[in-house]
């Protein structure tokens, strides 16, 4: 009876050594796919005053949705506003002087012309010893002043346009400078950071918000070069989120390292860390983005899947892609 016992523990041992070998060797669901964990990001754009001066206003908070021209601040003008006026001043007077100008240029030309005639008259008279040659040199150097005086009107003349181009150009940068002073957003997205509050002085280039571009979305993921080199830029992709695990995210390689690079500490383990990795880009489909672009958020974590091998076929997990009606990312 022993003996039966022990053959039937034997033939269970070896059916479930079988089994379980069989088991664990079967292949992965994920196999011929990439995968590394990472977070979603969103390319993030800073709205800066080129001028430096004092905020008058600020018409968004942090996390409202704001559109592309969508004028976002503004800063204090009054002290560009009269300089505008100064400078409208200035151009008006340069228009005044240019016309003086044009005037004793005229004026020159027409004793030029007076000057002409009688070095003409009095050259006839000479040639009949008429009047005495000091007369006919006399109206000769007067000729020659005349032409002078004319070349000096129009040299000033000249200037007086230069002027009132120079005038012009002062208002308009001075209206440039006004109308940046305005400071409007260059992207359709949702503010992530208020900086500064009104009444605040700050300096050329100073940050006033931070914009979120929406449909720029993506997550940054280290892979082993074994990997890395069946990945291709445009390989398709999914991302699965925490937040969402049974909801995957299309989405295609737009970015693959030149160089590899240690992974950070926050991505891999200790021991995946000593292994060179290099650094994969993986965009979501910006269409996908725009239908959902309320519910768009930055800094969840997930895992990002990558096809080796463009005929495989996606696992049954990684088949379930987010539309119009499950999307909730």
């Not at 109308?179 to 009104?198: A, C, F, N, T």
């Not at 700050?202 to 990945?231: N, Q, R």
């Amino acid at each position: 009876m022993k003996k039966i016992i022990y053959s039937l523990l034997i033939v269970s041992a070896v059916i479930i050594l079988i089994f379980a070998y069989h088991y664990l060797n079967k292949p992965s669901a994920t196999e011929g796919f990439a995968s590394g964990n990472g977070r979603i990001e969103s390319t993030q754009v800073d709205i800066s005053s080129k001028l430096s001066g004092r905020v008058e206003e600020i018409m968004a908070e942090e996390g409202d949705m704001v559109s592309k021209d969508e004028i976002l601040a503004r800063l204090d003008t009054k002290a560009l506003e009269a300089s505008l006026m100064q400078a409208q001043a200035q151009v008006e007077q340069a228009r005044q002087n240019e016309k003086y100008a044009q005037a004793i240029v005229e004026e020159r030309e027409s004793g030029l012309a007076h000057a002409l005639k009688n070095l003409e008259r009095s050259e006839s008279l000479y040639v009949d010893k008429n009047i005495p040659l000091a007369t006919l040199q006399q109206d000769r150097t007067t000729v020659e002043r005349s032409k002078a005086g004319v070349d000096a009107a129009k040299a000033q003349a000249t200037s007086a346009k230069a002027a009132i181009k120079a005038a012009q150009a002062q208002v308009e940068t001075i209206k440039v400078n006004i109308e940046d002073s305005i400071l409007k957003s260059p992207i359709d997205g949702r503010v992530l950071y208020r900086l500064v509050e009104p009444g605040e002085v700050i300096g050329s280039g100073g940050k006033v918000l931070s914009v979120l571009k929406l449909t720029d979305v993506f997550m940054t993921v280290f892979l082993p070069t074994s990997e890395v080199g069946l990945i291709n830029i445009g390989s398709e992709a999914r991302i699965v989120l925490d937040a969402l695990p049974n909801i995957a995210i299309s989405a295609k390689v737009t970015f693959i390292s030149p160089e590899a690079q240690f992974t950070p500490k926050e991505i891999e383990t200790a021991n995946e860390r000593e292994k060179l990795m290099f650094r994969i880009k993986v965009k979501i489909d910006a269409e996908l983005l725009l239908k959902h672009i309320q519910k768009v958020k930055t800094g969840l974590p997930g895992v990002a899947y990558i096809q080796l091998n463009s005929s495989s076929p996606w696992p049954d997990f990684l088949d379930n892609l987010a539309d119009s009606k499950s999307s909730d990312k």
